[in-house]
């Protein structure tokens, strides 16, 4: 299987911040690699496909890069609805792998 | 719009079957692969396994052994059997639609999950 690593684990932000989270995949994905986000109770929502492509629907304020093995999720300017917990997904190679999660808390 | 809605017995004892349906409401149905993933409380995701509209599945090689997904193409429902449960299958299990499986594959729909309790 393909281990997805994610960094950090956690992290502190403030409204207006940018945020960064890195995913490191065990071997090469290409750009097969997604992203998602989750709010407590809530299913996951899916916010990048394809290393970088927006999904519809999703602020521009989210962008995705990366190809390889490594990846990144950035949101340029943290708005509140988005502290939450940032997953990310390989879907180059079966059985489909997720990254431990990366919990953005507010400051 | 799509919408996915699960429903199935949320209370399990060790040793039975989990049994789930997901219903999908809006959009093609065979136009895509439909999954199951699993989240214990407070850890991560795992993807359970998929299968497409010809019937055709695709498990984790971790669950295998006790998993199978099956199609009702006239409800527009999938379902999942997960057999001889114990305690560390306890989770919220969702279901999901996978968009662009040959292309750009991504899970672009879920459906709100269900939280299994496996206790004697």
Known sequence: DIQMTQSPSSLSASVGDRVTITCRASQTIYYFLDWYYQKPGKAPELLIYAASRLQSGVPSRFSGSGSGTDFTLTISSLQPEDFATYYCQQSYSSPWTFGQGTKVEIE | ?120
């Open chain 2, 1 to 120: 719009q799509v919408q996915l809605q699960q429903w199935g017995a949320g209370r399990l004892k060790p040793s039975e079957t989990l049994s789930l349906t997901c219903d999908v409401y809006g959009g093609s149905f065979s136009d895509y692969y439909w999954s199951w993933i699993r989240q214990p409380p407070g850890k991560g995701l795992e993807w359970i396994g998929e299968i497409n509209h010809s019937g055709n599945t695709n498990y984790n090689p971790s669950l295998k052994s006790r998993v199978t997904i099956s199609l009702h193409t006239s409800n527009n429902q999938f379902s999942l059997k997960l057999n001889s449960v114990t305690a560390a299958d306890a989770a919220v299990y969702y279901c999901a639609r996978e968009s662009g499986h040959y292309d750009r594959p991504r899970f672009d729909y879920w459906g709100q999950g269900i939280l299994v309790t496996v206790s004697s």
